[in-house]
C-alpha cells in the first residue's frame, strides 16, 4: 500500500492516530445462505454421482491376466484374488473336462476362472441384464466356446440340470439375500459324488448347519468379511 493511501488523523496532544484500512463491508445474510445451498448442492452431486467401474483379472489359465470389467451393479461383489487363487489351489489347478455351474456368476470371474482352467463346459447363470450384456461380450472376446451365458435364477438352472451331473457348483449369492438354503439345496442335488460346491457367505456355514443339505467343510477360509467354503457331499454311513 502506498503512503498516499493512507488517511492520517491527529489526535489531542499531537499524536497521530494509526492510518485507517479499508474493511470488507459484512456480507449479506442472504449471500451466505446462498454460498451455502450452493455448497451444499454441489457437495449432494459429488455423492451421489457414480463412482468409476473398476477392474479385476482371470488369476490364472489359458487367460492368465485378462481383465474383467466391474459394472457398479447393487449387489456385485467380486471375489477377491486372495479368495480365487485359494480356491483354484484347493481344487488343483488343472479343471479338464469338468461341468461347472455358475449360479450367480456376476462379472463371471468365478466361471470363467474355472473355464481358464480347462473346464468342458461353464454355464454362466445372471439375473441383471446389463451384467448379462457384459458376459456376452468377454465370451465372444474371449472365444470361449464353453462358456454359456444364460439370463435367469441360478437356483431354478441349478434345479433343472441332471442330478449329479456337475463337477463344480459356484455359490456366490448377494449376502443380504435369502438364497442360501435354497441355492445350497439345489446344489447338493446337481453337484456328483466326487464333486464340490464352493459357498461364498458373510459367515462360516459349519457340517452341523449343512447337514440338512447333505454336504460338509471339506475346506474354509476367511478373508475380510468374506468366509469361503469347498463344500462336499456327505459320504454315506
Known amino acids: 500500500m502506498s503512503r498516499s493511501s493512507l488517511r492520517l488523523e491527529t489526535l489531542p496532544g499531537g499524536r497521530l492516530a494509526r492510518p485507517a484500512r479499508n474493511v470488507p463491508a459484512a456480507e449479506p445474510d442472504d449471500a451466505k445462505e446462498s454460498k451455502n445451498t450452493k455448497a451444499a448442492k454441489s457437495s449432494a452431486r459429488k455423492d451421489a454421482a ?27 461383489r467380486p471375489t477377491p484374488d486372495r479368495v480365487r487363487e485359494t480356491l483354484f489351489n484347493w481344487l488343483g489347478q488343472d ?9 450367480f456368476a456376476g462379472t463371471g470371474a468365478l466361471g470363467l476362472e474355472a473355464a481358464s482352467r ?10 441383471d441384464a446389463t451384467l448379462v450384456a457384459q458376459l456376452h461380450k468377454l465370451q465372444a472376446r474371449l ?3 464353453a462358456v454359456r451365458v444364460q439370463r435367469g435364477d441360478g437356483i431354478a438352472a441349478l434345479r433343472q440340470v441332471a442330478p449329479a451331473s456337475l463337477h463344480l457348483v459356484l455359490l456366490d449369492p448377494p449376502f443380504d439375500s435369502a438364497f442360501f438354503e435354497p441355492a445350497l439345496q439345489a446344489a447338493a442335488k446337481a453337484v456328483a459324488a466326487d464333486g464340490f460346491v464352493y459357498l461364498e457367505a458373510p459367515q462360516a456355514w459349519t457340517d452341523e448347519a449343512l447337514a440338512p443339505f447333505g454336504l460338509v467343510v471339506h ?16 459320504l454315506a454311513g
Not at 457414480?50 to 456385485?76: D, H, M, N, S, Y
Not at 480347462?118 to 439375473?127: F, K
Not at 477360509?221 to 456327505?234: I, Y
Open 219 to 234: 475346506r474354509h477360509l476367511k478373508a475380510g468379511a468374506v468366509h469361503a467354503h469347498l463344500l462336499q457331499r456327505r
Open 143 to 145: 472365444a470361449a466356446t
Open 50 to 76: 457414480p463412482q468409476a467401474a473398476g477392474e479385476i483379472r482371470i488369476i490364472g489359465g489359458q487367460w492368465k491376466r485378462t481383465r474383467l470389467p466391474v459394472a457398479q451393479r447393487p449387489g456385485l
Open 118 to 127: 480347462g473346464a468342458a463346459a461353464v454355464q454362466l447363470v445372471e439375473n
Open 95 to 103: 479343471l479338464t473336462g469338468w461341468h461347472c455351474l455358475d449360479a
